[in-house]
């Protein structure tokens, strides 16, 4: 069953890229949670853990330089919360490859709160200035 599932009530931000790339984002971490939890295979599980890291990381990217071109005041704290995910990600992708950490079902509830707290709070806070 999918962990997320995307809605312009709970999640649209009326910036068209943003809400493009939350929504591939949100199939990625389906994707690696359906396996995590599904019993797959660790490479396949590792697979869908690089694919989502490395998708959201080019999402923050993207956020940032158009908060940036516009010149959204609010882009330092952003990045802060960004940089913070990456970071506890970077860690975890890190200890998986090395055999020492697994991908649970408590990994994905903790990133589905941050985005869960981070698009209606954060990334709804660049609407004016981006749309
Ligand atoms: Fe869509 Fe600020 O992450």
């Not at 071109?69 to 970071?87: F, S």
Request: glycine share 10%.
């Amino acid at each position: 069953m999918a962990l997320m599932t995307w809605t312009a009530e709970q999640y649209g931000t009326d910036v068209g890229f943003a809400d493009d790339e939350h929504k591939e984002i949100f199939n990625l971490l389906n994707k690696l949670y359906d396996d995590a939890t599904g019993g797959a295979d660790r490479s396949v599980i590792g697979a869908s853990l690089d694919a989502l890291i490395a998708y959201v990381v080019d999402h923050f990217a993207h956020e940032e330089r158009e908060m940036e071109a516009a010149g959204y005041a609010g882009i330092g704290p952003h990045k802060e919360e960004h940089d913070k995910l990456v970071a506890t990600c970077a860690g975890l992708q890190t200890q998986f490859h090395a055999g020492e950490a697994d991908v649970t079902d408590e990994v994905g509830q903790m990133v589905k709160g941050w985005l869960d707290s981070h698009i209606p709070t954060f990334d709804r806070g660049y609407t004016d200035a981006l749309k």
